[in-house]
C-alpha cells in the first residue's frame, strides 16, 4: 500500500511539510470473474508493491477497487488484459476528487450549526456536540469513553427524550480515509434532536441514543493533514510500521477470514483482540448499557451493503432471518428517495467475510434484536473520493432506513 512507504520517514522523525498527493493516481473497479482472477488479484493485494487494494479481491463476481500510481498503470493494465480480467477505469487522478472535497467545505458560521453539503473535521463536530448539550441539555449529553493513543477524546453524544432505557449504539469512522460515515452520523444525530420528523422524534421518544461518529480519532486527523488515503489507527505496532485496522480488531472470531498478521498491511489486525485503546473504549461503554442495547449499526463507506451477522459462517444463527427480513425491508425504503441499492446479508454471502467485526461482536456478546453495519456509497465508482454532491443524500437516505429498521422490527415484533 501506498502509505506504507511513508512509515520509515515518518518512524525516523522526518516531518511531512505537506500533504500526501496523488496526482495521476488512477482508481479501477476490477471485476474478477473466474477463481483464478481472484487468485491473481490476492497475489498483487498480498504482495503490497505499490498498489492500493480500496475493496481487496474476496469471491468469483464481487468487484475490487484499486489505485495505481502513475508509474504502474500501464504495467497493472497489461497485466489484467493479459489474463482477460475486466476492469473499467473510474478517474484519470484522484487527487483533483480529493481537492473537491476540501475546496467545497464551507466554513461554519458564528451559530456553531453544522453542513452536510460537506465532509466535516473532528473539531467541527465535537464543537457542535458541546454547542447541542448547552442549547438542548434537556435531552442531549456529551459522552466522552476515553482517549486515542495519541491523546484525542473519544467522544459521543447521548440522546434521550422520554424515560425508556431501550437504547440503540451507533458508531462510524473506524477507518481514517472514511469521511462519509461521521457527516452521515451527524445528520442523524440532528434529525434525533430536532424531532421535526414524527418517526425521528418518536424514536427519541422510545430509545436512549449513543452516537458516536470517529472511533479512530487520530487516523481521521492523519488523513486531514498528511495522508488522506491512511486507514488504521495511529499506534506504533513495530519499529518501522504504524497502525491497525480498527474494523477488524474485535472479539468475534479475531483472525480468521480477511485480515493481516503483517504489521504494515493496511489490514493488519493487531497482536490479539481489542488490542487498540479505541476497540477496547468503545466495546466497555456498550458493556456498561448491557441488557438495554436493543440495536447497535456500525457505519463505514463503502460497498452499498447492510451486514447482518456473523461474518464466519454461510449457516444462519440466532435471529437472522428476522433481521435478513427487517434489513431487506430497511434498505427498499432507502432506496425510495434516490434509487439507491444495497444488497443485504453476512459479509461472508454479500461481502468479504472479513471477520472480527463490530457488528458481529456485539451480536455475540449481548444479541440484541439489531446488529448489523452499513457500507455507505458508492460501489466503486468514486470510493473514498465520493464527491460532496452526494454527502447529503447519502444523509437523507441513510436517515430514511434506519428509521425504516426501528419500524420493521416493531412490525415483526422483534423491538
Known amino acids: 500500500m501506498f502509505t506504507k512507504l511513508l512509515v520509515l520517514s515518518l518512524l525516523s522523525g522526518s516531518i511531512l511539510s505537506d500533504k500526501v498527493r496523488y496526482d495521476n493516481y488512477t482508481l479501477y473497479k476490477v471485476q474478477p470473474e ?86 466535516q473535521t473532528i473539531e467541527d463536530i465535537y464543537d457542535w456536540f458541546n454547542y447541542l448539550a448547552e442549547t438542548r441539555s434537556d435531552i442531549v449529553s456529551v459522552v466522552t469513553i476515553g482517549q486515542s493513543y495519541e491523546g484525542r477524546n473519544i467522544t459521543g453524544i447521548k440522546i434521550a427524550r422520554g424515560t425508556g432505557k431501550k437504547a440503540f449504539v451507533l458508531e462510524g469512522g473506524q477507518v481514517g480515509a472514511d469521511w462519509l460515515s461521521p457527516t452521515v452520523l451527524t445528520y442523524l444525530v440532528d434529525q434525533l434532536v430536532k424531532g421535526t420528523d414524527a418517526e425521528a422524534r418518536a424514536a427519541s421518544e422510545d430509545f436512549e441514543w449513543h452516537i458516536f461518529p470517529i472511533v479512530n480519532p487520530d487516523g481521521h486527523q492523519f488523513t486531514q493533514d498528511s495522508v488522506r488515503l491512511w486507514v ?81 459462517s454461510s449457516v444462519p444463527m440466532y435471529n437472522y432471518q428476522d433481521v435478513l427480513t427487517v434489513g431487506r425491508r430497511a434498505m427498499g425504503s ?18 468479504s467475510g472479513n471477520t472480527g467485526a463490530a457488528e458481529d461482536w456485539v451480536k455475540h ?10 457500507l455507505l456509497r458508492d460501489t466503486g465508482s468514486w470510493g473514498y473520493t465520493l464527491p460532496v454532491n452526494q454527502v447529503l443524500p447519502t444523509c437523507e437516505e441513510t436517515f430514511d432506513s434506519v428509521m425504516a429498521i426501528i419500524r420493521e422490527a416493531k412490525f415483526i415484533n422483534i423491538l
Not at 80 to 96: D, G, V
Request: hydrophobic share 40%; charged share 25%.
Open 232 to 312: 488504521k489507527n495511529r499506534r506504533p505496532t513495530t519499529r518501522t510500521t504504524i497502525g491497525v485496522d480498527l474494523t477488524k480488531n474485535w472479539n468475534s472470531q479475531w483472525g480468521i477470514i480477511g485480515g493481516s498478521f503483517t504489521p504494515a498491511a493496511s489490514n493488519y489486525i493487531g497482536l490479539g483482540p481489542f488490542s487498540e485503546v479505541e476497540t477496547r473504549s468503545l466495546a466497555r461503554y456498550i458493556e456498561g448499557i448491557g441488557p438495554n442495547l436493543v440495536g447497535f449499526l456500525s457505519l463505514r463507506s463503502f460497498g452499498q451493503r447492510l451486514l447482518v451477522p456473523f461474518a464466519h
Open 34 to 119: 473466474r477463481e483464478e482472477h481472484v487468485a491473481f488479484l490476492k497475489d498483487l493485494f498480498e504482495a503490497d508493491d505499490g498498489l492500493d487494494f480500496w475493496k481487496p479481491p474476496s469471491v468469483v463476481g464481487e468487484y475490487v477497487s484499486v489505485v495505481a500510481p502513475p508509474e504502474m498503470r500501464a504495467e497493472f493494465e497489461l497485466a489484467l488484459n493479459k489474463r482477460s480480467i475486466s476492469s473499467e477505469l473510474m478517474l484519470e487522478n484522484i487527487q483533483e476528487a480529493f481537492d473537491a472535497q476540501v475546496v467545497s467545505r464551507r466554513k461554519r458560521e458564528s451559530s456553531r450549526e453544522l453542513f452536510w453539503t460537506n465532509y
Open 365 to 374: 456478546r449481548f444479541n440484541p434484536p439489531i446488529s448489523a453495519a452499513y
Open 334 to 351: 432507502l432506496s425510495v428517495r434516490y434509487g439507491t441499492l444495497y444488497i443485504t446479508g453476512t459479509s461472508r454471502l454479500v461481502h
